[in-house]
């Protein structure tokens, strides 16, 4: 584990009271001859940067011994709300849980905000055996370090085995703030998740940009901490559980020398992992006229237009209309790919798409493997068929 060691016969007294001023966790205190570094310290590197005695020094340490963990139990989700409303993704990670868990461990959600009664009754209706709320006027606005900070008493007084979170801006967040003050592995971006039998937690997540899918186990601390796409697991239906608990935490100290001043809201932007209908258009699709048939189709089935990685890097898309394993995962009713080869990254992110229409030249592309209806031939000869047919049977394809 890292730590950062004190040459105290270079401290200064006025090197002194600057390293004390600058840790932002207020983990440095003493004076010279006895400067100090306490169990808030969070290996930050502020004081190593701006040490004006260089005295300090970063130190790697032993490697870590295995964790006790016998002691912890049960799957843990974190419940990402904004304005008392939930986070589709937090249903699916509750209803993931709950599959990983068959009834043998406890699952619980830890839910911090405000006015979080609606959001709590939600978790407790849809499978979680209890809700640990942390509700404080300071938790109004999304701060990483103050939701980190109360993940952290959670995490330490419930002590679960594994913590679920969304793959989310927010989750994305926060995750990493909390692997490092626990002192756990964190695994990011996981498109999959089992457990062993030992409760180890294997979670699967693309590698060497996708060309293998990696089986991730964090064998030595606890909890066992991932991110999950959205899109990817299924939320568990309401009202067919024993409804939960909801417990009331103390929230922690909470002062984390920031103040929250004000929440801009972003225009809404059409998201594309809600679309219900998308038209996804790759390589075999650059043409003009192509590029001009598939917008016209998503028009007229009122769907997104979407793209692969490779339309995004030669400029055609912007990144936020990208599918695959590093762009959005999607779950569409129905999705239509023109051009498209369908390799594994991409197929990754759309094949649970209930029904999939694939136009291509090459019979023998892999997206014939997954389409459910497949169509040989180019783009520029087989969508005006298509779309006088939608336009006859008024914006459906078949």
């Known amino acids: 584990m890292a730590y950062i060691r004190i040459d105290q016969e270079r401290v200064t007294e006025t090197g002194a009271a600057i390293l004390t001023g600058l840790c932002p966790f207020g983990a440095i205190s003493g004076t010279r001859g006895n400067l100090k570094i306490d169990e808030h310290c969070r290996v930050c590197g502020q004081c190593l940067h701006r040490d004006p005695c260089h005295a300090l020094t970063l130190m790697?340490?032993?490697p870590q011994p295995a964790a006790d963990?016998?002691?912890?139990?049960?799957?843990?989700?974190?419940?990402?709300q904004t304005d008392g409303k939930l986070h589709p993704v937090t249903l699916e990670l509750l209803g993931k849980a709950l599959e990983l868990a068959q009834g043998r461990m406890?699952?619980?959600a830890v839910l911090p905000g405000?006015?979080?009664?609606r959001a709590a009754g939600q978790l407790c209706q849809r499978g979680a055996?209890?809700?640990?709320?942390?509700e404080s006027a300071e938790?109004?606005?999304?701060?990483?370090?103050?939701?980190?900070?109360?993940l952290a008493d959670c995490m330490k007084k419930v002590r679960p085995a594994a913590l679920l979170v969304g793959a989310t801006g927010m989750g994305r967040s926060l995750a990493p703030r909390l692997a490092a003050r626990l002192r756990t592995g964190l695994t990011a971006d996981c498109t999959g998740l089992s457990m062993r039998e030992d409760g180890a937690l294997v979670q699967v997540r693309p590698a060497f940009g996708g060309n293998?899918?990696?089986?991730?186990?964090?064998?030595?601390?606890?909890?066992?901490?991932?991110?999950?796409?959205?899109?990817?697991f299924n939320a568990p239906q309401a009202d067919i559980y024993v409804p939960g608990e909801i417990v009331r935490m103390v929230p922690p100290e909470l002062n984390m020398g920031a103040e929250l001043l004000d929440v801009m809201v972003r225009a809404q932007e059409q998201d594309l992992t809600e679309a219900e209908r998308i038209v996804a258009v790759g390589r075999g699709c650059r043409e003009k006229q192509s590029l001009y048939l598939a917008s016209r189709m998503a028009e007229l089935l009122g769907a997104q237009l979407a793209c692969t990685r490779p339309m995004v890097e030669e400029g055609y898309f912007h990144a936020k209309k990208q599918i695959g394993l590093s762009g959005r995962t999607v779950k569409p009713k129905l999705l239509i790919a023109l051009g498209i080869s369908g390799s594994v990254q991409f197929a990754a992110g759309m094949d649970q798409a209930e029904l999939i229409c694939a136009v291509n030249t090459d019979p023998a592309a892999p997206i014939f493997g997954i389409a459910h209806f497949g169509f040989r031939g180019n783009v520029r000869e087989v969508l005006p068929a298509l779309l006088s047919r939608i336009e006859k049977t008024g914006g459906t394809v078949c």
Do not use: H, N
Not at 69 to 80: D, K, M, R, Y
Not at 145 to 150: G, I, V
Not at 221 to 231: A, E, F
């Open 60 to 62: 790697e340490g032993a």
């Open 69 to 80: 963990l016998s002691g912890w139990q049960g799957i843990c989700v974190f419940a990402e």
């Open 106 to 108: 406890p699952v619980t």
């Open 114 to 117: 405000v006015d979080t009664a």
């Open 129 to 134: 055996e209890r809700v640990y709320v942390y």
């Open 139 to 150: 938790l109004a606005g999304f701060d990483p370090m103050r939701y980190a900070a109360c």
């Open 212 to 232: 293998i899918m990696a089986q991730i186990v964090t064998p030595k601390t606890r909890p066992q901490i991932c991110t999950v796409r959205y899109r990817v």
